[in-house]
């Protein structure tokens, strides 16, 4: 595809159910990363794949948290319990490689509400 | 605590009036980018720098990076409604390859 891509676009669940973010990255990117963006506020950086290894888990908010990647693609968030605290934009990105005069290139991300 | 602090928070200018926004650490950055987020997207990368001290133009957007690598600013002169945006810097330090770290944004409005 053209951009990076994110699915769902919008998600609604209630608190305890678990739930799976979805990020299809840029054909031949190796680099990806997963932020959380609540209303207004920057972006915290919560795990980044180099291949379909994570050299920094240190962002990603407890154990309820994971996230993988595999085929050095396609990227899978999940949370398990849901809180209503999880709700926010949760955004992909991905570049060539971690080196940081690539442009990394956001998809639109993934609305989460938790009730 | 956040690595990259930016100030202002808000900035409300009228078209055609200068502004300045600021990002500052106390970490020295290999690589520092500056974003503009528009509601309902993803951020979109407008430009990185490397080397301190180093100046690079977009058209009326102007970023400069500290000499000691721990600072940038981004100025837009004559500034226009389409500038309209949460405006984000992100680093990466020397010592954590890969791992961007953003700041909290400075929206900005400018009025027609």
């Known amino acids: 595809g053209a951009g990076v891509s994110q699915s769902p676009s919008n998600k609604v669940t209630e608190k305890g159910k678990d739930v799976e973010l979805r990020c299809d990255p840029i054909s031949g990117h190796t680099a990806l990363y997963w932020y959380r963006q609540s209303l207004g506020q920057g972006l915290e950086f919560l795990i980044y794949f180099q291949g379909n290894s994570a050299p920094d888990k240190s962002g990603l908010p407890s154990d309820r948290f994971s996230a993988e990647r595999t085929g050095g693609s396609v990227s899978t968030l999940t949370i398990q319990r849901t809180q209503q605290e999880d709700s926010a934009v949760y955004l992909c990105a991905s570049s060539r490689d971690t080196r940081g005069t690539n442009t990394i290139y956001f998809g639109e991300g993934s609305w989460l509400t938790v009730v | 605590t956040q690595l990259l602090e930016q100030s202002p928070q808000f900035l409300s200018i009228q078209e055609g009036e200068n502004l300045t926004v600021y990002c500052n650490s106390s970490s020295v950055f290999s690589s520092l980018q500056w974003y503009r987020q528009e509601p309902g997207e993803g951020p979109v990368l407008l430009v990185t720098v490397v080397t301190g001290g180093e100046v690079k133009k977009l058209k009326r957007l102007t970023f400069q990076f500290g000499d000691a690598r721990k600072d940038s600013s981004l100025h837009i002169t004559a500034a226009q409604p389409g500038d309209t945006g949460l405006y984000l810097c992100?680093?990466?330090?020397?010592?954590?390859?890969?791992?961007?770290?953003f700041g909290a944004g400075t929206q900005v409005v400018v009025t027609p």
């Open positions: 992100a680093g990466e330090t020397t010592d954590s390859w890969g791992k961007f770290q």
